[in-house]
C-alpha cells in the first residue's frame, strides 16, 4: 500500500550502547507511530557486547522501516548521531535517546513544532518552562545547569535562548543542517553543542518542555571522558575552532604533565637529596610515561592501544619524545646554569619548547592518525 502523501515523514536516529534491555520498548514505541506518520528507525550500535544489534537486526527483519548500523571500532555519541543523520532519508530527523528517558510524544511535539514554525532545529529542554526532571540526581541536574551556562557564554549570542545545551532530545531540519552536521567533530561531547558551535548564530532553534523520565534499565554512560570532552568542546568553540580538538586535550594533558613533572623534581631533589641535574631528566621521564597513559586513555581513545600495542606505543611515544626530553633537559639546565638558579622558570622554559613536536609526531607515530 503506498504511503499517505500527508503523512510527516520522519527519520528517528537511535544511537545504542549495550541497551538490550531497552531497545525493544523504544522500538515499539516509534513503530507504533507509523499509523500517523512515515518512519524511518536508523539504529546506530558501538559494537554492544549485550546483544543489542542481534535483537534490532531480528526486528528489522519483519520491520523494514528499520535499519541498523553495526560499528566496528567506531565509537561516540556524537559520531553515532552524525553517521545516522547522514544515513537518514527523511527531510525531518529526530534524535532521542534510546535508555526510555525521552517521551514520544515529546519528539513528535518538537517534529510538529519544527515543520509547522518552519524551524531549522527543536530541542527538548528539560529546563524549559512546564518541563519536568523524573530519575536525574541532585547532582546531575546541578552539573547540568553548570555546564550549560559555561556553554553559553561560548556560543553566538542568536542561541541565548536556548535553556538546555546538553540535551539529547533533538530534532532537526536535514536541509538546513547537513553541511553543519557533517562538520562536527567525531570525539565532540555533545552533538548539539557541537552543531550551534559549527553554525555560529545561522539556524533557527525552537524548543519545547521536556518531560525528562527515569532510565528504564542499565547505566549511565556520563564518566570522566564526558567531562573531559565538556572542556575540550568548549576550549575548541572559545579558540575558534582554529585549533584542532585533539591538540586541545594534548595540550590539557601536558598541563597535568607540568604537575606530575614539578612533584617528581620537588619530590626527588627534597625528599631523596638528589640534585638538580639528576632529579631532572628522572621526573621528566615519570611525567612522559604519565602523559602516554593518559593520552591513550581520553585524547586518542578512539585509537586506543592495549596489551602489547600499549607497551609497545609506550616506547614509541617515549623514543618520539625523546629528542624534545633532551631538549627539555638541556635548555632547563642552561636556563638554570646561565640565565636564572630559579628551577621553576627553567623547567617551564624546557616544556613550552616540546609541545608542538610531541603532539604533530605522537598523532602521526604512536596513534597512527
Avoid at 544511537?15 to 523504544?26: A, D, G, K, V, Y
Avoid at 559520531?79 to 510524544?105: F, L, P, R, W, Y
Avoid at 519528539?107 to 518552519?118: D, G, Q, Y
Avoid at 600495542?309 to 617515549?318: A, C, E, S, Y
Wanted: net charge positive; with cysteine.
Amino acid at each position: 500500500m503506498e504511503p499517505n502523501k500527508d503523512k510527516l515523514k520522519i527519520s528517528f536516529i537511535l544511537p545504542t550502547f549495550n541497551e538490550r534491555r531497552n531497545i525493544n520498548l523504544i522500538l515499539k514505541q516509534l513503530l507504533d507511530l507509523n499509523k500517523n506518520f512515515e518512519t524511518e528507525l536508523i539504529v546506530i550500535d558501538d559494537n554492544s557486547k549485550d546483544g543489542t544489534a542481534e535483537i534490532v537486526r531480528e526486528i528489522s527483519k519483519k520491520e523494514k522501516n528499520i535499519k541498523l548500523i553495526n560499528r566496528i571500532d567506531r565509537f561516540g555519541l556524537a559520531s553515532a548521531i552524525k553517521e545516522g543523520c547522514i544515513n537518514a532519508s527523511n527531510e525531518i530527523i529526530a534524535i532521542m535517546d534510546t535508555d526510555g528517558q525521552h517521551k514520544v510524544e515529546d519528539i513528535i511535539n518538537a517534529a510538529e513544532k519544527l515543520f509547522f514554525e518552519n524551524l531549522d532545529v527543536v530541542i527538548g529542554s528539560r529546563f524549559a518552562y512546564g518541563a519536568s526532571i523524573n530519575g536525574l540526581s541532585q547532582d546531575r541536574e546541578k552539573g547540568s545547569i553548570f555546564a550549560n551556562k559555561l556553554a553559553k557564554y561560548s556560543l553566538s549570542r542568536q542561541y541565548s535562548h536556548i535553556s538546555d545545551l546538553m540535551t539529547g532530545c533533538i530534532v532537526l531540519k536535514r536541509k538546513s543542517c547537513i553541511d553543519f552536521l557533517k562538520k562536527v567533530e567525531v570525539n565532540g561531547f555533545k552533538f548539539l553543542y557541537e552543531l550551534l558551535s559549527i553554525s555560529k548564530g545561522s539556524l533557527k532553534v525552537g524548543e519545547i518542555p521536556l518531560s525528562f523520565q527515569p532510565r528504564k534499565d542499565g547505566f549511565s554512560k556520563l564518566d570522566i571522558a564526558v567531562i573531559w570532552d565538556f572542556f575540550v568542546s568548549l576550549s575548541h568553540t572559545f579558540l575558534k575552532r582554529s585549533i584542532p580538538r585533539k591538540a586541545i586535550s594534548f595540550g590539557f594533558v601536558g598541563s597535568i604533565g607540568i604537575f606530575v613533572q614539578l612533584i617528581s623534581f620537588y619530590s626527588l631533589k627534597i625528599v631523596f637529596g638528589l640534585n638538580f641535574e639528576l632529579s631532572l631528566p628522572i621526573a621528566v621521564i615519570l611525567a612522559a610515561s604519565s602523559n602516554f597513559f593518559i593520552n591513550n586513555w581520553l585524547t586518542f581513545r578512539s585509537k586506543r592501544l592495549k596489551n602489547k600495542k600499549l607497551i609497545l606505543g609506550l616506547l614509541k611515544f617515549l623514543i618520539v619524545s625523546s629528542l624534545p626530553i633532551f631538549a627539555n633537559v638541556g635548555l632547563a639546565t642552561s636556563f638554570y646554569n646561565y640565565v636564572t638558579p630559579n628551577s621553576f622558570i627553567s623547567q617551564m622554559a624546557g616544556i613550552i619548547i616540546v609541545f608542538i613536536w610531541n603532539y604533530a609526531a605522537s598523532s602521526r607515530f604512536v596513534w597512527e592518525i
